[in-house]
């Protein structure tokens, strides 16, 4: 999936201004402010209606809230709504589940209970099971692992990784964690204030960064994990 051209505006200032192609995985990697969260949600079509979106695609995935996109978002906390058990949070067929279930590593007794009386990690692939069960071209995933632990976030990692090749969606991941895109995507686009400051395959970035910004977030990321290690 090809992106042309992404621009955001807002009264008369341009927020986002980007360009970027999906493969296979792309993780969309800056700091705070960047316009990570604006770029998703006009992929749904879901920027503040005083936004301005001019986009140019190229693809043959349908963008927007009925197209082929689904979304993960950062805190599974608060996704679901917590008096509806987990079963009547789905809206494909029971077979359809239990398939989600057994790719997810979820025991079925887990739909009878409501979101609350389960813990982050499961909460966490629950999520994702909704968001992959009616079969999304592209899935994009906001931050999905902030709100969990360090080895919770690890296992989602790799079970995301695992889903890809079965379920054989794209991915686009934007966080602010090098290290969660490094070993989830394949590509990386790193964004400043809103445009690209470089992009290319991952361990060409990690190893070989050209912008300084870029390094500054490899240097700042791989010590705070040396440092939490
Ligand atoms: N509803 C809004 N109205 C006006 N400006 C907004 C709105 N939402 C976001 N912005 C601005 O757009 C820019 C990009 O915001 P965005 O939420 O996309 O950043 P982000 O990279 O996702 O940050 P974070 O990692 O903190 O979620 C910021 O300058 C922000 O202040």
Request: aromatic share 4%.
């Amino acid at each position: 999936m090809k992106i042309n051209q992404l621009e955001i505006k807002h009264k008369g200032d341009t927020l986002v201004d980007i360009a970027f192609e999906v493969k296979s995985s792309l993780a969309l990697v800056g700091q705070s402010g960047s316009g990570k969260s604006l770029t998703l949600k006009s992929l749904l079509d879901m920027l503040p209606e005083s936004m301005e979106l001019n986009i140019k695609v190229d693809s043959a995935i349908k963008l927007g809230r009925n197209g082929d996109v689904s979304l993960v978002v950062q805190n599974p906390f608060t996704a679901l709504s917590p008096l509806t058990k987990i079963k009547k949070q789905f809206f494909v067929s029971r077979e359809r589940i239990e398939q989600l279930f057994e790719e997810l590593g979820l025991e079925l007794a887990l739909l009878d209970r409501y979101p609350p009386e389960l813990s982050g990690g499961q909460l966490q692939r629950v999520v994702i099971a909704i968001a992959i069960s009616q079969k999304p071209k592209l899935l994009l995933l906001d931050e999905p692992t902030t709100a969990l632990d360090p080895q919770t976030r690890i296992n989602i990692i790799e079970l995301l990784k695992e889903l890809q090749k079965k379920e054989g969606f794209k991915m686009l991941f934007v966080t602010h964690d090098i290290a969660s895109a490094e070993s989830l995507c394949e590509d990386i686009c790193v964004i400043k204030l809103g445009k690209l400051v470089e992009c290319g395959t991952m361990a060409s970035i990690i190893n070989d960064p050209q912008n300084e910004y870029t390094k500054t977030l490899i240097e700042a990321n791989f010590a705070n994990r040396k440092y939490r290690e």
